[in-house]
């Protein structure tokens, strides 16, 4: 139970450096695991047999331990001993084992709704990598894996992440099975992995988006937004998907990402100067040309930047200046909707700079773009609380629904987490976690 007090310190942005402080009492100790208990019965109902239920316990205890590893070896003899085949069963519980975690899913969806859920809700979309060794493992492949910042022997899971006022947790996930899983050769092999023969490729920006169409169709848990970094924002499919939603995003973007300040008048199909015809619509070649945002920036007067602090860090306020400004954004050589385009940039002496755009409409305020571009780090700690006390990167099963077993059980495991902290948080009257944004304008 120890984990409720490193979550404690940990629920702030990444990186503090500071060592958990337990705030718990002997008799919370207690609490918590009468907490626990009660929490896994909800579940109950989704095994198809009782001994998985019972399996399904001993991983959640198994990953709320103090095991530096937890795989399912280390889990096993930890809590039950040296049990004959006990080893044997949970493996085939997470590998093999027919039991859907959809349902789950969309139960624990709605445990966060009920716990979290706020009408300016956060969806947050983003991928991180599991490094593997060899190639028996499901999606595997020669990649970039965020998770030790260069190209990998590893797997890439997407997933999104709910962030309010009240917390933050795991909503949705996905694994990514790269396009040279597609090929014959491999495709020949998908059954021993377990691989469902209708799985089609998917990029990973489609895969997110499937999981958006989900929460939407649901109509279980409430948000208006959408946050994303590059890999999605310079997907046009994937932003068109969530105006289509009736979704707001804030995508950071790349710095060559062309708009007009100005929207260019666009000319419909039709007969063409030489008696072709025109199959498309077009820009008038007389309109202005569109600029990268790198370009446009350097056009930007002094009195266009604004200093804002966007939240409390762990070290202090978290202050940038910010240029917004309304432009058109180029799709498919033509105007996409008007759009917010916000520019942040650090207070260092070589300041990083990085580039959003937005869907939201012109009444909203510039500071709630400036405030969101702040709400990356709820992801990067979600994925670091999960992988440092709950095990998400320590499995060791290679199936397709192995994966997906584990991180079912990891979302689990880290959502009881945060409803033990909002327990806690309520009985004390205290906030123990970290400030929300505090959007601040600077002198």
């Known amino acids: 139970m120890s984990k409720y007090r490193s979550i404690q310190s940990s629920r702030r942005p990444p990186a503090s450096g500071r060592r958990p402080v337990s705030r718990l009492t002997k008799g919370d100790l207690q609490t918590c695991v009468e907490m ?121 899971g997407v997933f999104l992440v709910y962030a309010s006022a009240r917390g933050y947790t795991f909503l949705d996930e996905r694994l990514y099975l790269p396009e040279d899983w597609f090929v014959a050769d491999t495709r020949a092999r998908w059954s021993e992995w377990g691989i469902p023969t209708t799985q089609r490729f998917q990029t990973e920006p489609a895969l997110a988006l499937e999981m958006i169409v989900n929460l939407v169709n649901r109509a279980i848990l409430p948000f208006r937004w959408v946050a994303c970094d590059e890999t999605y924002g310079k997907n046009p499919v994937f932003l068109a998907g969530i105006e289509t939603l009736g979704k707001w995003y804030l995508a950071e973007v790349p710095a060559n990402t062309r708009v007009w300040q100005h929207t260019p008048r666009v000319e419909p199909p039709g007969p063409g100067l030489w008696g072709r015809p025109r199959l498309h619509p077009r820009v008038t070649p007389t309109a202005a040309r569109p600029q990268e945002l790198r370009q446009l920036i350097r056009q930007l007067p002094a009195t266009q930047w604004r200093r804002y602090t966007i939240k409390e860090g762990s070290k202090g306020p978290m202050t940038f200046e910010f240029a917004c400004l309304r432009v058109t954004p180029v799709r498919d050589t033509l105007p996409a909707p008007r759009s917010w385009a916000l520019i942040r940039r650090s207070l260092a002496d070589t300041p990083e700079v990085k580039f959003y755009l937005s869907n939201a409409p012109a009444t909203c305020a510039p500071q709630a773009l400036m405030t969101l571009s702040g709400q990356r780090w709820p992801v990067e700690t979600v994925l670091e609380e999960a992988k440092g006390e709950v095990g998400m990167d320590h499995y060791e099963t290679r199936t397709w629904v192995g994966w997906h077993h584990h991180m079912m059980q990891t979302f689990m495991a880290h959502w009881f987490l945060v409803q033990g902290q909002l327990h806690f948080q309520k009985k004390s009257g205290h906030n123990h976690s970290s400030s929300p944004p505090i959007g601040g304008a600077s002198t």
């Open 36 to 156: 626990l208990r009660t929490y896994h019965r909800q579940f109950q109902t989704f095994f198809q047999r009782r001994e998985q239920w019972r399996w399904s316990w001993l991983y959640l205890c198994g990953q709320l331990s103090e095991l530096e590893r937890k795989t399912i070896e280390p889990m096993v003899l930890h809590l039950l001993g040296s049990v004959r085949n006990a080893v044997r069963a949970v493996q085939q519980f997470i590998g093999r084992s027919p039991w859907p975690t959809e349902p789950m899913l969309a139960h624990l969806q709605l445990s966060i709704a009920l716990h979290l859920g706020d009408p300016d809700g956060v969806v947050i979309a983003d991928g991180s990598g599991f490094p593997k060794q060899g190639e028996h493992s499901v999606g595997v492949a020669h990649q970039y894996c965020g998770h030790i910042g260069k190209i990998a022997n590893c797997q890439q």
